[in-house]
């Protein structure tokens, strides 16, 4: 089954504790993202990847890391998690298309409800 | 940069009433147009799309038109159900074709 996972799926964590939230998609997708959910707002990028090796800075980076050393994996890192990360945080991954297509469907993970205290 | 515009809601409706919720963007180009439904407790998934203007994109009753003269993207259903609740988003994928640009989401209550 195509999918993308996450885990885990609920994490209360104190300020200060470096966390990492893993994401996996079984797909061959060359595309992933981060998002962060928070009422009002809606769903803001994190990061991204383009490709193994290639991630850029999406609308609201600042506290996160990432990495893509396979092209199917693409975990999320808090280095120092501070109360103001408390938040619904999703993977995504999408196919690139060809020719720079923008039809294209994103899939996203369960979610992963993170709390810092 | 590109935007989406759409009400919070949230919605509350009987069953069997009609449904609208409005979404309008702003982009440069041509972008494609999407719903995607959050059920409560999962991730996103993708209802309907188009990619170019005058597209009606549909699915389990759900439709949206890609209107370019109003830079609007509206989702209708003709008859709700209790199984329709959850929150709807909005999204375009446009200039920068990777990135996917979401709206707020509106909730959508429906009660029988």
């Known amino acids: 089954e195509a999918q993308v996972t996450q885990n885990p799926r609920y994490l209360i964590t104190v300020t200060g504790k470096k966390l990492t939230v893993t994401c996996s998609q079984n797909?061959?997708?060359?595309?992933m993202s981060w998002y962060r959910q928070d009422p009002g707002l809606g769903l803001r990028q994190i990061y991204y990847s383009m490709n193994v090796e290639v991630t850029d800075k999406g609308d609201v980076p600042e506290g996160y890391k990432v990495s893509r050393k396979e092209k199917r994996n693409f975990p999320l890192i808090l280095e120092s998690p501070s109360p103001n990360q408390t938040s619904l945080y999703f993977c995504?991954?999408?196919?690139?298309?060809?020719?720079?297509?923008?039809?294209?469907?994103?899939?996203f993970g369960q979610g992963t409800r993170l709390t810092v205290v | 940069g590109d935007s989406v515009t759409q009400m919070e809601g949230p919605v509350t409706l009987s069953e069997e009433a009609f449904l609208t919720i409005n979404c309008t963007y702003t982009a440069t180009g041509y972008p494609s147009l999407f719903w995607y439904v959050q059920y409560p407790g999962e991730g996103l998934q993708l209802l309907l799309k188009a990619t170019k203007a005058d597209d009606k994109g549909s699915n389990k009753g759900f439709e949206a038109t890609y209107r370019k003269e109003t830079t609007s993207f509206h989702l209708e259903k003709g008859s709700v159900q209790v199984s329709d609740s959850a929150v709807y988003f909005c999204?375009?994928?446009?200039?920068?074709?990777?990135?996917?640009?979401f709206g707020i989401g509106t909730k959508l209550q429906v009660i029988p």
């Open positions: 995504a991954s999408r196919p690139s298309g060809t020719g720079g297509a923008t039809w294209t469907e994103a899939f």
């Open positions: 797909m061959n997708h060359e595309y």
């Open positions: 999204a375009l994928s446009g200039s920068f074709y990777q990135k996917v640009t």
